[in-house]
């Protein structure tokens, strides 16, 4: 008798919990896993950021845009090689396939800082707004760190 009682309310809670998760933004499940931004010398102005974004969506997202209050102007960059140059390339977004990752390195897409407002110190906590396509917005928060000293970056920042 009371086991028919309850089972419709079991019914009804485990419907509002569907439907409450399906209401949640669809960035509650895009996270990132790890990121730092670039520490440079108090003497040069713009930086760069790297970070892994993680989609765990059904559907495709895109990155359009991020803004930082550390820095006047923050761009996404691609690097291309044209007739064995590599070129840094301003674009427009990057796309994180659904279940897949956008990983943003010094060798490949990353963030441009531009215009830092003051040296950055290691350590530092530097938040970055992130827009996406759907009009949705996340904050990430990085450290500033040296991490990721390659050769290549290191060519990449010295032949100016």
Do not use: W
Request: aromatic share 4%; hydrophobic share 40%.
């Amino acid at each position: 008798m009371e086991f028919k009682t309850l089972k419709p309310i079991f019914k009804q809670m485990f419907n509002c919990l569907a439907l409450s998760c399906a209401s949640f933004s669809v960035l509650a499940s895009v996270v990132m896993t790890e990121g730092h931004v670039r520490a440079m010398p108090d003497t040069v102005p713009n930086t760069a950021a790297y970070f892994t974004l993680e989609n765990h969506t059904e559907k495709a997202v895109r990155l359009t845009g991020v803004s930082t209050s550390v820095a006047k102007e923050a761009q996404l960059h691609t690097i291309i090689e044209e007739q064995g140059m590599v070129k840094m390339r301003q674009v427009e977004g990057f796309d994180i396939p659904s279940h897949g990752k956008l990983i943003l390195s010094p060798s490949g897409e990353h963030v441009m800082l531009l215009g830092l407002k003051a040296p950055l110190v290691l350590d530092q906590k530097v938040e970055l707004q992130l827009q996406f396509n759907d009009g949705e917005q996340m904050s990430i928060t990085l450290p500033v760190s040296k991490q990721a000293e390659n050769t290549a970056e290191q060519e990449h920042h010295h032949h100016h």
